[in-house]
């Protein structure tokens, strides 16, 4: 596969390939762009069909962390890593530790953390050779489930978008649909029922629907019946891409707001058919920030109060996205990417200026 073109086309600064033969670790670790500081993303583990996926996987993800953080306001750039195999069969402490050395030895230019496949324990072996991952066990210094900061930011989100469609961003009395009611989903039900707006949820996991149900008197719909629901909101909180054509001409719903990732089937197709349904989506990387802002706390040695208040700015961001957006006639996803770009440029000018300064 012709690395280099394929690291050019999402401008790569590094491509880490990794390999330790003696406790079967294979990796790669991508580091997209430093402009605003250490690269910072999860490690996926994955059965990947072909060493070319995982790359490609690796390439795509860190870029989107690099906008991530951008739009959230963190000093922060963007990558990730991937390690090639079954989680479930192939993980050791040899391996991760032999990744974590292969963290370390990039100097802080990329900072490891969660992401599928992988766990707490397993951050707790990187640290063991390296400082420069978070994510770790509250027992090792770390900042516990981020969850709770990503539902806190996703519900200020809502509230964003709420006053961009509605002219309001009380959500007393007001309704949302909860597609999967996990980590992220019941702390946002919770947060919508503390200020008495109205749920109606959906998950494959029953027991949770249950408990769901009984703690904020939630209304339960089946798995499809979630995009029918006769709602204001729609807050995807599952998987990726369920806004595509099939979806989308059902929703009643007048906003889309939700914390999974990569909502959209295809950025660009599916982003116009929401804004030509006349439907408000916040940027499914601007409004679930949460838990990477939970991260950074985590590494700046803030308190969890601390990460919360500022997840609350997540509102201020999307009203900034959601004007940008309407005055240069572009989707909000557009508009996002603007947001980042523009921050990175900005930042990255003086910084230069700084380090010519010295
Ligand atoms: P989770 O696994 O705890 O929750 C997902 C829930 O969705 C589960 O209860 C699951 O049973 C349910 N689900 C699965 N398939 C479903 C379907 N077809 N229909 C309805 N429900 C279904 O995960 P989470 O941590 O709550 O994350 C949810 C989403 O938010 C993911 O896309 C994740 O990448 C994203 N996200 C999470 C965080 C975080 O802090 N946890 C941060 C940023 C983004």
Known sequence: MPVFSHAENYNHEQVVFCRKDEVGLKAIIAVH??????????????DYASEADALRDVLRLSRGMTYKAACAGLNLGGGKAVIIGNPRTEKSEGLMRAFGQFVDSLGGRYITAEDSGTS??????????????CGVSKYAGGSGDPSPVTAWGVFHGIRAAADEKFGSPELEGRSVAVQGVGNVGMHLVRYLHEVGAKTVITDVDQERLEQCADEYGSEVVGLEGIYDAEVDVFAPCAMGAILNSNTIPRLKAKVVAGGANNQLDDIGVHGKMLQDRGIVYAPDY?????????????????????????????????????????????????????????????????????????
């Not at 500081?37 to 994955?46: D, I, K, N, T, V």
């Not at 601390?306 to 005055?327: M, V």
């Open 33 to 46: 762009d430093t402009t605003l500081g250490p690269a910072l993303g999860g490690c996926r583990f994955y």
């Open 120 to 133: 707490v324990a397993d951050m707790d072996f990187i640290r063991q050779e390296t400082s420069h991952v």
């Open 286 to 358: 601007v409004i679930n920030a949460g838990g990477l802002i939970n991260v950074y706390a985590e590494i700046k040695h803030m308190p969890r109060e601390k990460a919360l208040r500022d997840a609350e700015s997540i509102f201020h961001t999307l009203k900034r996205i959601f004007s940008l957006a309407k005055e240069r006639g572009i989707t909000e996803a557009q508009a996002s990417n603007l947001v980042a770009e523009q921050r990175i440029r900005t930042i990255g000018t003086l910084q230069s200026f700084q380090r010519g300064g010295l």
